[in-house]
């Protein structure tokens, strides 16, 4: 029995064929152990995509707030927005009376509000009863398109301005901003006007879009590979992708080869001259957070942010408010549902110094 084992296990190694498996087999373990070098020098880059995965598929699984009214608004220029006001979880044991403060939510990634994150903070106890919930989605999201304008960048605050003039029957408006929608919320800060309290809340938001970039194609898993697939049904959706005469089709789906000359084709039609990503990113996809502002603004940042790392977010708090939470990319009210709370905490705050300024 021996004998045959062993020539059984000489023929393995002896076969032309086995030897070409064996090979590969060796290549393969070879390829296993340096990726799992580099998942442990980057484990934290690692236990924050878990931990992203498990509160996206969470947050999907879970019963969402329907929206109890979808409003479409025309802004001055012709262009639609919509606007999505979200039902109340009572999760909150704390009441207000009507009409006294609203949550206004931008949504980050070209996305709406039915992403788990917006879903996770309106079942979070940071919103009282009796507290209005809207989810402000710019032109091209939501359940708009596009009609004339071709560039708009993510610190356009246009609309918004627009939206919040029909909201002076509130006393007080917080405008919470997630991931990317945090740089028009940031923007806003700088501009913020009216006879409100106002107060500006950002999530895991970058500083500059292009480090953000830059990162995922240069990551373990190339991130942008991804984005760039989602950036395309985007695109589509939003009535981009028939207006610019670009790319039927995302190749090579990167960063380099699809989302940036796809954006540097929109901003060419809008302003009729062609410039590199590079000439308009500080305008139209970037925004200094930690600079002074008129509402005052909260930054709160993953611990394990593997969307949007520590390297491209401001480490101060000079002129705003710098919090750390246990959690990945938008997720921290799922990780740790006080955050909701103190986040409530911190608006009241900044509302009542405010008013007696």
């Known amino acids: 029995m021996q004998s045959g084992m062993a020539l059984r296990v000489q023929s393995l190694f002896c076969d032309g064929r086995s030897r070409k498996r064996t090979k590969v087999l060796i290549a ?25 995965i498990i509160a996206a598929l969470r947050g999907t699984l879970a019963p969402k707030l329907p929206a109890v009214k979808r409003d479409v608004h025309t802004a001055d220029d012709g ?59 710019p032109p091209g999201q939501g359940g708009t398109r596009w009609k004339r304008r071709f560039g708009h960048g993510f610190t356009d605050t246009s609309y918004l301005h627009h939206f919040l003039k029909g909201l002076a029957s509130y006393s007080s408006v917080a405008v919470v901003g997630f991931s990317a929608g945090g740089l028009m919320t940031v923007r806003w800060a700088k501009e913020a006007v009216g006879p409100q309290r106002v107060s500006a809340v950002t999530i895991c938001s970058p500083e ?34 028939k207006l610019v005469r670009f790319k039927r089709f995302p190749w090579p789906p990167t960063w380099r080869g699809y989302i940036k000359p796809f954006s540097e084709h929109c901003f060419a039609l809008e302003h009729e001259v062609w410039r590199p990503f590079e000439a308009f990113v500080q305008d139209e996809f970037a925004e200094t957070p930690d600079a002074p502002t008129r509402a005052p603004l909260l930054r709160v940042l993953g611990a394990y942010d593997p969307i949007v790392p520590r390297g491209c977010c401001a480490q101060t708090s000079e002129h705003t408010a710098l919090w750390f939470r246990e959690g990945s990319h938008c997720d921290l009210f799922y990780w740790r549902p006080e955050t909701g709370l103190e986040l409530r905490r911190w608006v009241l705050e900044a509302e009542r110094v405010v008013q007696e300024t």
Request: glycine content about 8%; proline content about 2%.
């Open 28 to 52: 393969t373990l070879a390829i296993m152990m340096w990726q799992r070098h580099r998942l442990w020098k980057h484990r934290d880059w690692g236990r924050g995509l878990l931990l992203l």
């Open 79 to 137: 262009e639609q927005y919509c606007v999505w006001w979200l039902s109340h979880a009572g999760k909150s044991l704390e009441t207000t009376s009507a009409r006294q403060r609203v949550w206004v939510l931008i949504p980050g990634g070209m996305s709406d509000g039915n992403d788990f994150y917006i879903q996770q903070f309106a079942q979070s106890p940071g919103v009282a009863q009796g507290e209005d919930m809207v989810v402000f989605h």
């Open 208 to 241: 500059n879009m292009i480090e953000v970039f830059d990162k995922m194609s240069s990551g373990i898993f190339r991130l942008d590979v991804f984005l760039a697939l989602y950036f395309h049904m985007v695109m589509r959706k939003s009535g981009l992708h």
